[in-house]
């Protein structure tokens, strides 16, 4: 029961991790064409902490599968 209830989260914080990693240079592009600020070190953080999330949600989900086996 548990390990279902983890690999269903598992799931989507992978699939949320790839909407933001898509979303965040998508802004920075609409905001640059908006000719607002932009301040590029924001998304540059942002990206590089979804990043280590990323890996982080790989390396999870690739010990649960082998604790399962």
């Known amino acids: 029961m548990k390990s279902k209830f983890v690999y269903k989260l598992l799931v989507i914080s992978k699939y949320l991790y790839i909407l933001i990693c898509i979303s965040?240079?998508?802004v920075f592009i609409y905001e640059s064409y908006q000719r607002d600020n932009v301040d590029?070190?924001?998304?540059?953080?942002?990206f590089i902490i979804f990043s280590i999330?990323?890996?982080l949600t790989q390396y999870?989900?690739?010990?649960?599968?082998?604790?399962?086996k």
């Not at 590029?40 to 942002?46: D, E, N, R």
């Open 24 to 26: 965040i240079p998508i």
């Open 40 to 46: 590029f070190m924001i998304y540059i953080h942002a």
């Open 53 to 55: 999330l990323g890996v």
């Open 60 to 68: 999870s989900t690739s010990n649960f599968f082998e604790k399962e």
